[in-house]
């Protein structure tokens, strides 16, 4: 596609549910990546996807949070059991070979009631 | 030492004035720099790179300091539109392939 699309924009779940969040990255772009945005941060690393292997998963905070992208285009975040510390916006991004810059989808915003 | 360090702001310009930005970093072997723009409930988007011998963007130029690990960008002639929240990005790893690290952005308001 023209740029990075997720969905859902919005997402609201109850404490203990799981949920799934998708990324499409842009068309022939090799590298994905998730990040997590929480209210006045900066973005945070989750895991980076070079092709359909996880090249860097360091960034997942815990076991509840998994990452697939199984042809090597789009990617799914799966979070078990969500707490309310969960809430936060979710963003995608994908670059060309994981040299330069990123561009980011417009986020997941996910929120754990 | 956080990895990415940036002064939160606000910073409260009016139009027409010049503002600078500057950023820290902690890992000397850090090879890509980057200044992303963010608006309110939006996603970051690429502004510009930063390159060592400093570069110059329309109204917007980046300077990379490596000696001190420091980075900085200046805004000439604000504008309304200016108005958002800066974030200084590095590979902080230095690799080619590895995440970059966003620092907590600056908050930057254009007032009339």
């Known amino acids: 596609g023209a740029g990075v699309s997720q969905t859902p924009s919005n997402k609201v779940t109850e404490k203990g549910k799981y949920v799934e969040l998708r990324c499409d990255p842009i068309?022939?772009?090799?590298?994905l990546y998730w990040y997590r945005q929480s209210l006045g941060q900066g973005p945070e690393f989750l895991i980076y996807?070079?092709?359909?292997?996880?090249?860097?998963d360091s960034g997942l905070p815990n076991d509840r949070f998994f990452a697939v992208r199984p042809e090597g285009s789009v990617s799914t975040l799966k979070i078990q059991r969500t707490e309310r510390g969960d809430s936060a916006v979710y963003l995608c991004?994908?670059?060309?070979?994981?040299?330069?810059?990123?561009?980011f989808g417009s986020g997941t915003r996910l929120t754990v009631v | 030492r956080k990895e990415v360090e940036q002064d939160p702001g606000p910073f409260n310009v009016p139009e027409g004035a010049t503002v600078a930005f500057n950023c820290t970093y902690s890992?000397?072997?850090?090879?890509?720099f980057f200044w992303y723009r963010q608006d309110c409930r939006k996603e970051p988007k690429l502004l510009m790179s930063?390159?060592?011998s400093g570069n110059e963007d329309g109204r917007f130029t980046a300077q990379l300091n490596r000696a001190s690990q420091y980075i900085s960008l200046l805004i000439r002639d604000s504008k309304l539109s200016d108005s958002a929240t800066y974030l200084c990005?590095?590979?902080?790893?230095?690799?080619?392939?590895?995440?970059?690290?966003f620092g907590k952005g600056t908050r930057l308001s254009v007032i009339a």
């Open positions: 991004a994908s670059s060309l070979n994981g040299v330069g810059g990123y561009t």
């Open positions: 068309s022939g772009h090799t590298a």
């Open positions: 996807f070079q092709g359909t292997g996880a090249a860097d």
């Open positions: 890992n000397s072997a850090s090879q890509s």
């Open positions: 930063v390159y060592s």
């Open positions: 990005v590095v590979n902080i790893n230095g690799g080619g392939n590895t995440p970059l690290v």
